[in-house]
């Protein structure tokens, strides 16, 4: 008759009582969508007592675009243009776990150097995603020079994506059975030498952002995430990690090739906004470490696509598999139902923001400062896209 | 008489403008600054005042009431009347404004008068981010004014006058004699103040756009956000003269004066550029602690030395 | 380990259709009537203390929506969907709102996607990502989205909008009529 | 200047409550004719061009391609391009790709708010003719037909070098004097409304958003 670790009867997920707004205390505001602090198009309806949040609703919907329905009017190779616009700043995962869901219920096996290529494109879309990450938390906060260094870092990565893929933003990389191309020549020693300016770059970001008096006067203490929500909330990847659990999918169920790397769970203890900050930039430095170990390890030949029937009337059996994979914030999820015909049955595309954003966001804005909402929405690395599909 | 005032008037106005148009290429150079440091090119040199014609001419406005309307003309009412009683040029009578034996007081009071118009104006517009901009700004405002203060009076017991023409005579005759160096106490107080004041990082929190969308003047368009464009260049220009004048020595022509404001603006920039912002309790704590005790320290500094 | 709870949830919850799933899932499937249950005591005793989502499959042949509640479990790393059918038309599931927080999010997209009731779920009836909705729940499989499309936007003149599926046969077999075979 | 479709002097606002009503203003739009002298009308044109102030608000995929725009690699402050968070004082409306029912509502409402003139920018091929989400029961298939658009920038999404081309394109539209889609919505109200109110279901806003 034990309780496992993590939930206690004291949290209290129950909705609180509708505040009397008529009674004239309060004042109602809307945080987005037409706003400059609010990550995405979403928005925020608080009610105010003074300068705290004593309400606080979470509204998605704007960028509902019905992705799981027009998947299944579209074949497997034709999702691939779809799955990527799911969560606009990282493509990449969407794709890996499209691809290695239908891998998983087909049976394909991709070859050695597709997994090592899957890694390293994997790996610079959490680069990418992170520095655009530390640039949104530096805006939050008001330290727009630090915004300014890190997106722009962002796009000479999104350089290297158009070489090694072709687009900027929405790659389309990985298919079934592998990738669609190798790297093009002299890409390695661009991207080394990109790696060390990026390392260069974290170390201004971190005396610049991290050792700031004022940074951290904002940021520690905020949105503290205590061990006993995580589990309850579904709180998972760097959030997670910020309040002391070493849960990292990449170590705890290894996909693609990362049991062959050497690299550390990083966790913190104090799951503030600026313990959440700063394991952020750590796991950056780690991402680079990452892409410098699989650049080293990547095979250089080799196929880098599998034997696959004619993708055009390619019936999948019929399965049903759920797949994950650790994004830049958290455990991201494919669950896929196929049917033995040559479409989708059903695709359900879990993220980690959908805890994040409503459930946990709703709870810590509560009791928060106003002018800390941003810091905070920030702090919980959302992406709205995500949330609603 | 009559003959003079006008004669007075027509040099304030050509005072008036060229510290408006400076007040704006001060602006766009501190923009370009501040975007080298981030990597960026900036704005050409002409953007601020392109950005005003702009405002000007655009074809329709909504007016949420009378004070809306007033709040921006109380806005640069209060610009205009601040720089009208501080002498720009020492020893020069063109630029000597309408400078008098109490004009510094008068000048204090100029400088929160325009903010209290915008509040009035703002309030109006009804919208509630105006309103968090307002009550911030005015908090803070409050704030800051402490250690400006105590730091004013400091000078003026160290001068022992309330005339600015003459605190600034009084540090002429070499750099040794600025109140920089004579009374480096009460300058401290003040140029923390100045931090406050300019509304860069770290104390910019009643615009903060990516909380409250840029605060009071959230509903402010057209023609009425060309006045307050032009007030931002003017008063940011006229509060630094005025530290000029009462801290650096003030300026005997035009080429010093460009030098030393720069000089002093920059100081605000150089933070704002590597901080982010305090929310409004904090910068509201610190401008209580240790600014505020500074400015006390200064005067009793002043007492000691130069009262004895 | 797992076969072990396995054989304890046939025997407490009636579950069946066990079944190992790649890459590393196992499937189960219980009774409506169970499912609430089961779950709570999956959370609270085996240590399946994490949500990763619900979901929900329309099986418009059998007449069925079939839930999945996919849990895992840290300590052993191990996932379980726990499958429930319920009917289609006046789907009704008991709501899990009191185990997880995020619980009730999901529960709310799916009374707006398919039109599944729970009843004492938190904010059920809010719109989540529709507004103004006033056709059938989108998510259900006999809601043709392209011919809503058409009828309630339109489409520009000039654009030719083809099945995407049939299209791309008939481009690479133009002279088999898109005969692949 | 031409006359407004309609013999109507004040709007409905049917979809407010009555207490709402009266919070509201119920006037119509009326469109603004240039300057007489077209020496003035042209310089103000030039200082238009010369000052184009985005409003904030990322309404879909593409606006991402926004923030490299206005850091520090392609800086589009150089043009006299800068961001404006409230719609009041901001310019042009950058609608960034697809667009929902549910964020077509809030696009009204903020373009509405926007001083004339103002400008449209569409980016993408969504809001041209539904893209690759032509067949999705939640987003338009053509943005015109909703609110008049200056400049269609093709792709998915446009890289900012694109945005960047349009941005000049529309600076020499607007000194040519081409731009005038603001009077295009407000001769064209009526049909305009009709179109939006067609596809925005639960229409609880003032019919038009002084």
Redesign the interface.
Known sequence: MTLVTGHSAALDFAQPDPVDLSSGKYVKLWQGPQHPGITGNMSLELVLDGDTIIECKTHVGYLHRGFEKLMEQRTFIQNFTVVCRIAVPEPAFNEYLYAAAIEAISGVQSPPRAQWLRTLNLEMMRLASFLMWIGGQGGAFGQYTVANWSLTYRDYVLDLFEEMTGARIYHMYMVPGGVRAGLPAGFEKRILKLMDDTDKLLDQIERVMYNNVVFKARAKGLGVITREMVDPYGVVGPNARASGFRRDLRKDEPYLVYDQLDFNVISGSAGDAYERAYLRLQETRQSVNLIRQVIAGAPSDGPFQADMPNLLHWKVPAGETYVKAECTRGEYGYYMVTDGTEIVRRVHVRGPSYTHAIALMERLAVGTNIADIAGLMVSLHTYPPEIER | MIAEWFGRAGNFSLTLLIVTVYGLLVGAFIERT??K????????Y??PF??I???L??????SHGIMFYLGPVFRIAGGIGTLAFIPVIYGSETFANFSYAGDLFLVIYFMFFGQLGMALGAGESGH??SA?GIARGLSQMTAYEVPFALAVISIVIQYDTLSITEIVAAQQGGWQHWTLFTNWVATLAAMLAFLGMTGY??F??FL???????GP??????AY?SLLQTNRALFGATKLVLFMNLFFGGATGWIELMIKTLAIYMVAVVVG??????????SIRFFFKIPTLIGIISIIYVQMMFTS | MMSELLDRLVRDFGVTDITERPPAITTLKVSKENGERLIRELRDREGFTHLNFIACTDWIEDGIFRLIYMLHNYDSKQNLGVHIDIKRDHAEMTSIHTLWAQAWTYQRELREMYGIHFPGSPRLEEDFCLEGWDAMPPMRRDFDTAKYSAERFGHREGRVSLVPRDHMKVQLYPNRGGDES | MKKTPSTLSTLENAGLSAEDQLLFSNARPRPYEPYPIKAIEDFANWARANSLWILAFGTGCCSIELRPLMTARFDASRFGVAGRPTPRQSSVFIIGGYVSVKTLKRIVRSYEQMQGPKFIIALGSCPANGGMYFDSYNTINQFDLYLPVDLYVTGCMPRPEALLGAILELQDDIKAGKCDGANRYIEHFDEYKANQKKVIKDWNMPDYNW
């Open positions: 501040i975007a440091v981030q990597g960026r090119i900036g704005i050409p002409r953007q392109i950005n014609l702009k405002t001419v655009k074809r329709t406005a909504v509630p981010y968090i990082s770290p910019d929190i903060a756009p990516q909380e409250i969308p840029i003047p959230t509903e402010f368009h057209s956000l550029v590597a901080f982010p912002r305090f929310r409004v309790d904090q």
